[in-house]
């Protein structure tokens, strides 16, 4: 008796949820930074370039984030591996950034300009997820190669 192994099937609606969970990430993204980032108030300090720059690298990724599962969805695996080069330097930036970021919280004591968190509550939770991101990216060059690893796990 043999098994062939072909190619992974990844069906119609594995496509529709990753997109639709990619563009859900970016809705929630926009309306939880809107009053702080993308429609920010006067009446609050200005951001610091460093956290500008902060909002503008994390939003580049989770625009990549739709941008890469839509064109999986739409079946452009060739532009979905080109694009992932670009990823990959983008991942650094954001670890770089994050970890700047963190670092500048923790030096500050009171979180972003205009928020009101002590270091504890800030600090510690995002050079964690900082962190996690780092080892998820280091791990992920092993996978990137079987599209049964990378595609859904």
């Known amino acids: 008796m043999s098994i062939a ?6 069906r119609k609606t594995d496509r529709l949820f990753f997109s639709g969970m990619a563009l ?14 993308f429609h920010r108030s006067a009446e609050l300090p200005p951001l610091t370039p460093l956290y500008q ?3 503008a ?3 580049a990724w989770i ?8 064109l999986v969805a739409q ?9 992932g080069v670009a990823g990959a330097v983008l991942a650094a930036v954001v670890f770089i ?3 700047a970021v963190s670092v500048e919280t923790l030096r500050r004591r009171d979180g972003p300009p205009g928020g ?12 964690s997820a900082i962190s996690l991101f780092s080892a998820y990216w280091s791990a992920r060059p092993s996978c990137s190669g079987s599209s049964r690893t990378h595609t859904s796990g």
Do not use: W
Request: charged letters at 15%; proline letters at 5%.
């Open 75 to 83: 079946g452009r695996s060739d532009i979905h591996r080109k694009l």
């Open 97 to 99: 950034v994050g970890v």
């Open 57 to 59: 690298v994390f939003t």
């Open 24 to 37: 859900a990430s970016a809705v929630i993204l926009f309306l939880g930074f809107l009053p702080s980032y």
């Open 116 to 127: 009101d968190l002590n270091e504890e509550s800030n600090s510690l939770p995002s050079l």
């Open 63 to 70: 625009v990549l984030l739709v941008a890469q599962t839509a």
């Open 5 to 10: 192994i072909g190619r992974p099937v990844i």
């Open 53 to 55: 720059l902060h909002g």
